[in-house]
């Protein structure tokens, strides 16, 4: 139906009840049609990536198409421009040393004073799958979003899967940001299949130990699904962007962010959420003066009349609760206080502050990644950095003081478990203390 303006009130559990924890899964005839095409992988390996891919692409490959290669690769490079170029590159930086000041605040090492010493060290994951969405569009930023956080965290072994264009090709941007960022293999295949040959592995294709990447409900439901068996990162499927907005906010503004997001699928999720009605007024009648004039306006058009809303609050404190509830995967806050309101917000994959942080910008050149949860799942899980590449181990050295102030507690927890052979490996190293003097 058409955009309208509707009290939050009014449309608050409706919306809410699309969204996790109130649904808790895929719907189920989704999941079934998406475990039949694992099952088919799992059973014919690189044959059927051969036969979906004509099936879904339309494209029809042979098993040496599977993997690009380098001479690919190498003639993408004459494709793009030296502008595109040193682009990839500023972001790739950008991105990169966000993610080394995480690392730098994880590791650490302290001595108690009991003589107790534990270090906090990092391991990298040993090879990870990128899903990164192409075919209609091609997305290299998301090349960066995920190939460099995992180059950050020194996975020996980096894989990208995407779906080829329609010549059987790979956008060449999305090639040379592969190349720039440093990703080991580039596999043309997509959807739930390429998930598939991730987790379980083709001829060609060898599996990885955790896959990571956005795509479309296909995507999503094959990952949920192998997910029992390979780690994943989070849920992301379909894009999302809501904006928190009072009288201050700039109702032109606010129109072409929507806009903007709902450009990424007719699933898109867009929604204003305001304290003014004049802003949703001006707003509204903003959308339906560009929707006929925009780029890309068929898409834009299905996915405002499908999933756009305008929300009015009661108040500050009404909207808030709102966002918490829902958990967009990107939020917009463009009021008065922006910052002592985003301290409130807990659920939400990013938060951008202020007229000038569009979601857009946040998608390319700021730094912050824009692999993020969906669904509801802002609630529980984070944007996608370099902690979903490493594990941290904790190594600790146990002085002789620290022993003698400690094994009594230890003795008395592993009696009280009836772990009986826990206290006799704390009793052996007495009597050994004790017969040294």
């Given at each position: 139906?058409?955009?309208?303006?509707?009290?939050?009130?009014?449309?608050?559990?409706?919306?809410?009840?699309?969204?996790?924890?109130?649904?808790?899964?895929?719907?189920?005839?989704?999941?079934?049609?998406?475990?039949?095409?694992?099952?088919?992988v799992k059973r014919r390996g690189d044959s059927a990536l051969i036969d979906l891919t004509a099936k879904f692409d339309g494209v029809k490959?042979?098993?040496?198409?599977?993997?690009?290669?380098?001479?690919?690769?190498?003639?993408?490079?004459?494709?793009?421009?030296?502008?595109?170029?040193?682009?990839?590159?500023?972001?790739?930086?950008?991105?990169?040393?966000?993610?080394?000041?995480?690392?730098?605040?994880?590791q650490f090492e302290y001595e108690d004073?009991?003589?107790?010493?534990?270090?906090?060290?990092?391991?990298?994951?040993?090879?990870?799958?990128?899903?990164?969405?192409?075919?209609?569009?091609?997305?290299?930023?998301?090349?960066?979003?995920?190939?460099?956080?995992?180059?950050?965290?020194?996975?020996?072994?980096?894989?990208?899967?995407?779906?080829?264009?329609?010549?059987?090709?790979?956008?060449?941007?999305?090639?040379?940001?592969?190349?720039?960022?440093?990703?080991?293999?580039?596999?043309?295949?997509?959807g739930a299949q390429a998930i598939a040959a991730l987790a379980y592995g083709t001829e060609t294709i060898k599996p990885v130990d955790k896959i990571?990447?956005?795509?479309?409900?296909?995507?999503?439901?094959?990952?949920?699904?192998?997910?029992?068996?390979?780690?994943?990162?989070?849920?992301?499927g379909p894009s999302e962007i809501m904006i928190l907005a009072d009288d201050t906010a700039n109702p032109s503004y606010i129109a072409m962010d929507l806009i903007s997001q709902a450009e990424h699928g007719a699933d898109s999720i867009a929604i204003l959420v305001t304290t003014s009605l004049d802003v949703a007024n001006m707003t509204l009648?903003?959308?339906?003066?560009?929707?006929?004039?925009?780029?890309?306006?068929?898409?834009?058009?299905?996915?405002?009349e499908d999933n756009g809303f305008i929300l009015v609050a009661e108040n500050m404190d009404e909207a808030i609760e709102f966002i918490n509830d829902f958990a967009p995967e990107h939020?917009?806050?463009?009021?008065?206080?922006?910052?002592?309101?985003?301290?409130?917000?807990?659920?939400?994959?990013?938060?951008?502050?202020g007229h000038m942080t569009p979601v857009s910008l946040s998608d390319y050149s700021l730094g912050t990644n824009h692999v993020l949860p969906t669904g509801g799942y802002g609630r529980v899980y984070q944007s996608l950095s370099v902690l979903n590449f490493i594990k941290c181990i904790n190594i600790a050295e146990c002085s002789i003081r620290a022993f003698e102030e400690l094994y009594s507690s230890a003795k008395i927890l592993a009696e009280s478990e009836g772990l009986l052979n826990h206290a006799l490996a704390i009793d052996r190293r007495i009597r050994g203390w004790l017969e040294k003097g």
């Amino acid at each position: 139906m058409p955009l309208g303006i509707f009290g939050l009130n009014d449309v608050r559990s409706s919306l809410l009840k699309k969204r996790w924890p109130v649904k808790k899964s895929l719907d189920r005839d989704l999941l079934e049609y998406v475990e039949c095409i694992i099952e088919d992988v799992k059973r014919r390996g690189d044959s059927a990536l051969i036969d979906l891919t004509a099936k879904f692409d339309g494209v029809k490959l042979s098993v040496k198409d599977l993997r690009v290669s380098r001479r690919e690769i190498e003639e993408a490079y004459s494709k793009v421009t030296d502008e595109q170029i040193s682009t990839i590159k500023l972001v790739k930086d950008r991105v990169e040393r966000f993610e080394r000041r995480i690392l730098e605040r994880i590791q650490f090492e302290y001595e108690d004073d009991l003589g107790v010493r534990i270090c906090r060290e990092i391991r990298p994951i040993r090879s990870v799958g990128c899903y990164v969405p192409g075919g209609r569009m091609a997305y290299p930023s998301t090349i960066v979003m995920t190939v460099v956080p995992a180059k950050v965290a020194d996975v020996p072994r980096i894989v990208v899967c995407s779906p080829p264009q329609k010549d059987g090709g790979i956008n060449p941007l999305t090639l040379v940001a592969a190349d720039i960022c440093g990703a080991d293999e580039f596999y043309r295949v997509g959807g739930a299949q390429a998930i598939a040959a991730l987790a379980y592995g083709t001829e060609t294709i060898k599996p990885v130990d955790k896959i990571v990447g956005p795509g479309n409900q296909y995507v999503l439901a094959a990952k949920q699904l192998i997910s029992s068996d390979v780690p994943i990162d989070h849920p992301a499927g379909p894009s999302e962007i809501m904006i928190l907005a009072d009288d201050t906010a700039n109702p032109s503004y606010i129109a072409m962010d929507l806009i903007s997001q709902a450009e990424h699928g007719a699933d898109s999720i867009a929604i204003l959420v305001t304290t003014s009605l004049d802003v949703a007024n001006m707003t509204l009648k903003e959308i339906t003066r560009l929707l006929d004039q925009v780029p890309n306006r068929s898409v834009v058009k299905a996915s405002i009349e499908d999933n756009g809303f305008i929300l009015v609050a009661e108040n500050m404190d009404e909207a808030i609760e709102f966002i918490n509830d829902f958990a967009p995967e990107h939020l917009e806050i463009i009021a008065e206080g922006a910052h002592e309101i985003s301290k409130k917000i807990y659920s939400a994959g990013l938060i951008l502050i202020g007229h000038m942080t569009p979601v857009s910008l946040s998608d390319y050149s700021l730094g912050t990644n824009h692999v993020l949860p969906t669904g509801g799942y802002g609630r529980v899980y984070q944007s996608l950095s370099v902690l979903n590449f490493i594990k941290c181990i904790n190594i600790a050295e146990c002085s002789i003081r620290a022993f003698e102030e400690l094994y009594s507690s230890a003795k008395i927890l592993a009696e009280s478990e009836g772990l009986l052979n826990h206290a006799l490996a704390i009793d052996r190293r007495i009597r050994g203390w004790l017969e040294k003097g």
